[in-house]
């Protein structure tokens, strides 16, 4: 895919011309709110898209795009927030692509460690994604959900602060 025919450039071009126009007349509190506001809002468009019908992931290539995505989101989001900030919110979707784009024997695997991360996943989010993969059909779809639900229901995980999964709407898209 051309790099300059991104919608996360288009996005992040865009986004930036805003944040130029708005900082010259906002308090430095507004601003940073603002920014936040929009990279959670960028974060939870770019998850409900993965979950958008049409959408057919091919892992090896996906991957790719992926990274190249949460990248340039990092890298534009830093420029106008803590990078260590952007970095602990854009870690979640990094994950989360890392983990639908791997392997169908490493899946498990992954799960699990993303699962101890952010056990606020809703596993129907993670269902539906898996369901976008032309690599898997549906029967290897339920037997790597089936062991997903099981997993999750034996180890309760307490005392972790939600992520950005906890707002993730699960109506239809």
């Given at each position: 895919?051309?790099?300059?025919?991104?919608?996360?450039?288009t996005l992040t071009v865009?986004?930036?011309?805003?944040?130029?126009?708005?900082?010259q007349h906002a308090e430095?509190?507004?601003?940073?709110k603002v920014v936040a506001?929009?990279?959670?809002?960028?974060?939870?468009?770019?998850?409900?898209?993965?979950?958008?019908?049409?959408?057919?992931?091919?892992?090896?290539?996906?991957?790719?795009?992926?990274?190249?995505?949460?990248?340039?989101?990092?890298?534009?989001?830093?420029?106008?927030?803590?990078?260590?900030?952007?970095?602990?919110?854009?870690?979640?979707?990094?994950?989360?692509?890392?983990?639908?784009?791997?392997?169908?024997?490493?899946?498990?695997?992954?799960?699990?460690?993303?699962?101890?991360?952010?056990?606020?996943?809703?596993?129907?989010?993670?269902?539906?994604?898996?369901?976008?993969?032309?690599?898997?059909?549906?029967?290897?779809?339920?037997?790597?959900?089936?062991?997903?639900?099981?997993?999750?229901?034996?180890?309760?995980?307490?005392?972790?602060?939600?992520?950005?999964?906890?707002?993730?709407?699960?109506?239809?898209?």
């Amino acid at each position: 895919m051309d790099p300059s025919a991104s919608p996360v450039l288009t996005l992040t071009v865009t986004f930036g011309d805003f944040f130029a126009d708005y900082r010259q007349h906002a308090e430095d509190f507004l601003f940073n709110k603002v920014v936040a506001d929009v990279l959670e809002g960028f974060l939870l468009a770019y998850l409900q898209q993965l979950r958008a019908k049409p959408t057919k992931i091919k892992p090896v290539a996906a991957l790719e795009l992926f990274e190249a995505d949460c990248a340039l989101a990092t890298d534009f989001f830093s420029e106008h927030r803590d990078p260590r900030r952007v970095q602990k919110v854009m870690d979640a979707l990094s994950k989360f692509t890392g983990l639908i784009s791997s392997s169908q024997k490493m899946v498990y695997l992954e799960f699990f460690a993303f699962w101890k991360v952010y056990p606020d996943l809703p596993l129907q989010l993670f269902e539906e994604v898996l369901a976008r993969r032309e690599d898997l059909d549906r029967a290897a779809i339920k037997d790597i959900m089936e062991t997903c639900r099981r997993k999750t229901q034996e180890e309760r995980i307490a005392d972790v602060p939600p992520s950005i999964f906890s707002k993730v709407r699960l109506d239809k898209v």
